[in-house]
């Protein structure tokens, strides 16, 4: 038993960010913070950006934050507990720092002393938004099952911003909605689901389109998931399901 605290043209497969790595599993963001920290994961769901974005926090650049599009830090940064903020912008050629100003800041957070959170930029590169996701689960997971939501960071380019609805299984199957309305930015409940393999398809509320028909996730028991969806870099490969897990 556990208790946790809290993407190519259509895919077939959920890609997967790797989970906090390193011997105790963090990267520091500079310097090392001292006294109550939380545990932080960057992800860059931007579009648009030919090279890699990276992340701040507290106006310190966060080690290993320099991220392609579509990818998450494989490790997860030790950051200060309480009054905190975060920016987004373009990374320099070495992947040290930004290569300039901000594009987006995300002031007035608070994170909890022992507290897990992924802080995610997403929109066009050009005019990023930022979103600070709370990755705690206060459910007790029983030993083959695994948590899982899912937060939409596809919020498109129209006037009205992009909405989902999320399927277990592959569409057509007669299944239930596990999750609907998703809204950008706001990620759904945690739900218990079986660890292993399993099957996820996403509709678009505008059109009632079918954009992810069937999406392979294997989920290890005892873990706690986020599977966000995302535009894909390239404009013409419609949307893909990352699983970004908690730290």
């Given at each position: 038993?556990?208790?946790a605290?809290?993407?190519?043209?259509?895919?077939?497969?959920?890609?997967?960010?790797?989970?906090?790595?390193?011997?105790?599993?963090s990267?520091?963001?500079?310097?090392?913070?001292?006294?109550?920290?939380?545990?932080?994961?960057?992800?860059?769901?931007?579009t648009?950006?030919?090279?890699?974005?990276?992340?701040t926090?507290?106006?310190?650049?966060?080690?290993?934050?320099?991220?392609?599009?579509?990818?998450?830090?494989?490790s997860?940064?030790?950051?200060?507990?309480?009054?905190?903020?975060?920016?987004?912008?373009?990374?320099?050629?070495?992947?040290?720092?930004?290569?300039?100003?901000?594009?987006?800041?995300?002031?007035?957070?608070?994170?909890?002393?022992?507290?897990?959170?992924?802080?995610?930029?997403?929109?066009?590169?050009?005019?990023?938004?930022?979103?600070?996701?709370?990755?705690?689960?206060?459910?007790?997971?029983?030993?083959?099952?695994?948590?899982?939501?899912?937060?939409?960071?596809?919020?498109?380019?129209?006037?009205?911003?992009?909405?989902?609805?999320?399927?277990?299984?592959?569409?057509?199957?007669?299944?239930?909605p596990?999750?609907?309305?998703?809204?950008?930015?706001?990620?759904?409940?945690?739900?218990?689901?079986?660890?292993?393999?399993?099957?996820?398809?996403?509709?678009?509320?505008?059109?009632?389109?079918?954009?992810i028909?069937?999406?392979?996730?294997?989920?290890?028991p005892?873990t706690?998931?986020?599977?966000?969806?995302?535009?894909?870099?390239?404009?013409?490969?419609g949307?893909?399901?990352?699983?970004?897990?908690?730290?």
């Amino acid at each position: 038993m556990r208790k946790a605290r809290l993407i190519a043209p259509i895919v077939s497969a959920v890609l997967l960010a790797s989970a906090c790595g390193g011997g105790d599993g963090s990267t520091p963001v500079d310097p090392t913070p001292s006294g109550p920290t939380a545990r932080v994961r960057f992800f860059n769901a931007t579009t648009g950006m030919t090279g890699s974005g990276g992340f701040t926090a507290n106006g310190q650049f966060a080690s290993g934050s320099a991220l392609a599009s579509g990818q998450a830090t494989p490790s997860c940064a030790t950051v200060a507990a309480g009054p905190t903020s975060f920016g987004f912008g373009a990374a320099n050629a070495g992947g040290t720092g930004l290569g300039g100003s901000a594009l987006a800041t995300l002031d007035g957070q608070t994170l909890a002393a022992g507290g897990r959170y992924t802080v995610v930029a997403t929109g066009a590169a050009t005019s990023p938004t930022l979103y600070l996701l709370d990755d705690g689960y206060t459910g007790t997971l029983p030993t083959n099952q695994a948590a899982v939501r899912f937060v939409n960071l596809a919020p498109g380019t129209g006037t009205t911003a992009n909405t989902f609805v999320a399927y277990m299984g592959a569409f057509g199957a007669g299944q239930s909605p596990v999750a609907v309305n998703i809204a950008v930015g706001t990620p759904t409940e945690f739900k218990p689901v079986a660890g292993g393999a399993n099957t996820f398809s996403v509709v678009q509320v505008q059109g009632h389109s079918v954009v992810i028909p069937s999406g392979a996730a294997t989920l290890q028991p005892g873990t706690v998931n986020t599977l966000a969806i995302v535009q894909s870099a390239s404009a013409s490969a419609g949307f893909q399901l990352v699983n970004v897990p908690g730290c």
